[in-house]
């Protein structure tokens, strides 16, 4: 069995591209830092952490998405395999990659803990009635206004 499960945060922008052909096929590449459970000595004295840097590629609709939605320190959980590749460089010389293939990704934080603020619902109008304030101060929804269409709503 050969299965990978892996939370981290993305160490850079994930790379979308396509192949060529006919039925074009969404590659996104990226790498992601995940701490490791236990740390050496080393790391304990000198206050940091041990991380290992993991690359990996996501094919079609899940590349899409984590190619729109992730950038450099969001925070994503993985599952998917583990693949070494062998291929010849420019120069001659053998190489290998390991990668991992993600099959599957979660969301692990709201955007907007992601960027350093805190949540606030839009301020909306639809038509000529407002959208109402939620009840309580914990509450995060909004009734919809009586007299407002489904058409009109954003979403």
Known sequence: MNRVILMGNLTRDPEVRYTSGENQLAVARFGIAVNRRYQSRNAQQNGTTDVDFINCVAFGKTGETIGK?????RKILISGRLQVSSYEDN?????TSTDVIVEDFEFCERRSDAEGGSYSAPQQSFGNASASKPASANEKFYDVPDGVDEEDLPF
């Open 91 to 95: 120069n001659g010389q053998k190489r």
């Open 69 to 73: 939605f992730f950038t450099k320190g």
